[in-house]
């Protein structure tokens, strides 16, 4: 079942999310970026248990990024991810934003959905609002994909 993330899940987002992070496969979030970002998240929970979480953050009028995917690995491959970007991009056109981009260590995923490749310079808002104050910025690794909606 995919729902709106509640303040009760922020403990359990940031350890999902950070056990990544750890592992360098995506950007740590602390419990303030979760708790002031708690309305972009969905998850994907069974029985109680969260198995995944995506969030998708208004960039700017006509421009949204999915963020945040993170499946446990337990039930990876399940298409969990899949229903969970879904569910972000449903959010998006729901809202009339017309493109979604998402920064990424596994492009391929994303382009399995429709995404295209992007050049960073085509996302200066969320360079010079997020990536600026990135400790890895400007050599993250991250490529940048995008689906027009």
């Known amino acids: 079942m995919i729902r709106r993330a509640k303040v009760s899940d922020v403990a359990e987002l940031q350890r999902l999310i950070n056990q990544f992070a750890d592992r360098s496969e995506m950007l740590p979030r602390s419990l303030n970026a979760i708790y002031e970002n708690i309305r972009d998240f969905v998850i994907m929970e069974s029985d ?3 198995l ?3 969030a998708l953050h208004i960039t ?7 963020r945040s995917l993170a499946v446990e690995p337990d039930v990876q491959s399940k298409g969990y991810g899949r229903e969970l970007v879904k569910a ?3 959010d998006a056109h729901d809202m009339g934003i017309p493109q979604v981009f998402a920064l990424t260590y596994v492009p391929g995923f994303f382009e399995k959905l429709g995404f295209s490749h992007v050049d960073k310079s085509t996302l200066p808002h969320k360079i010079w609002s997020d990536c600026i104050n990135c400790p890895k910025f400007p050599d993250c690794g991250e490529e940048a994909v995008a689906i027009q909606l």
């Open 52 to 54: 995944g979480c995506c």
């Open 48 to 50: 109680g248990r969260i």
């Open 88 to 90: 972000c991009l449903d």
């Open 60 to 66: 700017w009028g006509d421009l949204a990024e999915v």
